[in-house]
């Protein structure tokens, strides 16, 4: 529904669904457009009309959309990466950005420890062999006593630290924007170079924005430097990881394996990581179960009420806490 001007108090242009939304759209007016990331005249014209956008990551909330919307006060992302939204434009034009940042941690957490997991005891490679016939009885490894590397110790590396804490591994993390006093409460050592947690780790889980200086960070050079049974689990984003450079190191053996949730180019076309067997691909799916959704619809829905009633948003990321008037 819309208000009589024509006006829609939240555009929702991805697939973001929960109690959180559906109670939020008793008081205002909500429309779901699950498909609008991929039309761009219609994601346009929708933000013309709309006083706050509910996006995930495939919506592109550039200048341009910006610009478009003149009544927009307020861009809520259903997840923690902002690579996706133009954060200096948006606070030059006074619209505030909310995004519930930590909420999917634990989630996040999960299918990292459960993706590298099944990647040192090859479950997908056997389940696929038992479903053939087959009955190939092939050893794994266990985690424990082992070195699990984070590149990225924010909440979702630390949440994952955890995890790997309580399977008896130690933890080594590079982050230029870490507390070496803080994370070493948490159990963590903090060390100045992404080669240093490389060369140490079992297990390397990649929590990386995208940005200019982590684009391709994961190279061969990086590659070199881990042990041949290492196992390299990306939870990030996929730029962060040069796809032909894993790939050379896997098949040749100079890697143990991977696991790969977000990817360069998303959703990636069949190519040389798809047809390994010391690969396991997910479709960005870490961050999203019912659970971390409940979460993230939650603060989201009371921050969009926030910020349109002429409050302030407490989950605020950019520079406005309520909207320039």
């Given amino acids: ?20 939304f ?11 457009a699950p498909h609008a990331w991929q039309d761009r005249e219609k994601l346009l014209e929708l933000g013309s009309r709309s006083r706050a956008l509910v996006v995930r990551n495939r919506t592109q909330v550039d200048r341009q959309l910006i610009e478009a919307c003149p009544s927009l006060r307020v861009i809520a992302r259903a997840g923690v990466g902002l ?25 996040v957490a999960e299918h990292t420890l459960g993706m590298a997991l099944s990647a040192v005891r090859r479950t997908v ?10 009955w190939q009885r092939t050893p794994g490894r266990e985690l424990h006593g082992g070195v699990w590397g984070l590149l990225g110790a924010g909440a979702t590396g630390r949440a994952c630290a955890r995890l790997a804490r309580s399977l008896g591994m130690m933890i080594v993390a590079y982050d230029p924007f870490a507390d070496a006093e803080k994370l070493a409460q948490e159990g963590i050592e903090l060390v100045e170079l992404p080669a240093l947690v490389a060369a140490r780790a079992d297990v390397m889980s990649c929590h990386l924005p995208a940005t200019r200086g982590t684009a391709h ?20 984003r996929g730029e962060v990881v040069d796809e032909g450079a894993l790939a050379d190191a896997l098949e040749t053996g100079r890697l143990g394996a991977a696991a790969l949730d977000v990817r360069e180019i998303e959703p990636p076309l069949p190519g040389r990581l798809e047809t390994l067997d010391n690969v396991i691909l997910t479709p960005h799916i870490a961050g999203i179960t019912t659970h971390s ?7 989201l829905a009371d921050n969009i009420a926030a910020v349109l009633d002429d409050r302030s948003a407490i989950a605020a990321v950019g520079t406005h806490r309520e909207a320039r008037s």
């Fill in 217 to 236: 960070l994961i190279n061969s050079e990086l590659l070199a430097v881990m042990k041949p049974t290492a196992v390299l689990v990306n939870v990030g």
């Fill in 293 to 299: 959704q409940d979460r993230i619809l939650a603060v």
């Fill in 22 to 32: 559906d109670d939020l759209g008793t008081s205002r007016s909500i429309l779901r």
């Fill in 125 to 134: 490679e056997l389940d696929a062999d038992c479903r053939r016939g087959g």
């Fill in 83 to 107: 690579d996706n939204i133009d954060l200096e434009c948006a606070n030059e034009a006074g619209v505030v950005v909310v995004a519930p940042l930590g909420a999917n941690a634990i989630s």
């Fill in 1 to 20: 529904m819309s208000d009589i001007d024509g006006m829609i108090d939240a555009v929702i242009t991805e697939d973001v669904w929960g109690q959180a």
